[in-house]
């Protein structure tokens, strides 16, 4: 395991705004079913949205998926849809989960927030308090072809819990062929980081997707997810 190193952050940055934003409920609101979820996305052409709601034993207790195309250079689409649920005592806290799959339903974003669920009751949403990027990447770039079996990765990341920063080279096959972690020492304090990540392929090259992503307790679930396609040569 990594700490988060320090450096001076670069003038661009390969992810330049968020890909998605959950704009209602906020952090902490009290629902009851249906939730009424309105988020704002920048689709791929031909994937979905996921939408989950998982209990504090990390079950899945609703789901929902959608089709939001982008099309046409469309830079983002607000989107509301409706999620019920059931629970079999009055509230219970959970963690709702908005996901983007692309079109060989890889995931390539998440975004969630902490909510109260109520059986009863009128609802009291809390509004949205930061539309910020948790991540920030500066290297390498989309769609950059990477070789020598090392790839330097530098941004910088908000924490939004104690646990480790999780990086992975993910192949379209779903087969992991790199990984490494941050260690996390001031959760919800931004830091420039550096990190340096072995890879292994077995064919002349591979397009790989880039993961960075954090899980939160006692859940058991990623809670914050971004990613970027590059290409692996060994």
């Known amino acids: 395991m990594f700490a988060l190193g320090l450096l001076q952050p670069s003038s661009g940055s390969a992810l330049e705004s968020p890909p ?41 207790i609703s789901r929902k998926l959608l089709r939001v195309d982008g099309e046409n250079g469309l830079k983002g689409t607000t989107f509301t849809t409706e999620l019920p649920f059931e629970i079999p005592t009055e509230q219970s806290k959970a963690l709702l989960t908005l996901a983007i799959l692309d079109e060989t339903y890889q995931t390539t974003t998440i975004r969630s927030v902490e909510v109260l669920l109520k059986s009863d009751g009128n609802p009291n949403i809390q509004p949205q308090t930061s539309s910020e990027p948790w991540l920030k ?25 104690e646990n480790p920063i999780i990086i992975e080279l993910v192949t379209g096959e779903n087969r992991v062929v790199g990984s490494a972690q941050l260690a996390v020492e001031s959760p919800i304090q931004s830091k420039p980081f550096e990190i340096t990540l072995k890879y292994n392929i077995e064919t002349p090259t591979a ?6 992503r954090q899980m939160l307790n006692p859940y058991g679930t990623t809670t914050n997810l971004d990613s970027l396609l590059i290409y692996l040569l060994p």
Do not use: F, M
């Not at 990447?137 to 819990?161: A, D, K, R, W």
């Not at 397009?207 to 960075?212: M, S």
């Open 207 to 212: 397009k790989a997707r880039l993961v960075v």
């Open 20 to 60: 998605l934003t959950i704009l209602s409920p906020g952090e902490d609101s009290e629902v009851t079913s249906p939730i009424s979820l309105s988020a704002e996305v920048q689709p791929n052409p031909g994937g979905l949205i996921r939408i989950a709601l998982v209990n504090r034993q990390g079950q899945e």
């Open 137 to 161: 990447l500066h290297y390498p770039q989309p769609s950059e072809t990477i070789e020598g079996g090392t790839l330097l990765i530098v941004g910088s990341v908000t924490p939004q819990s």
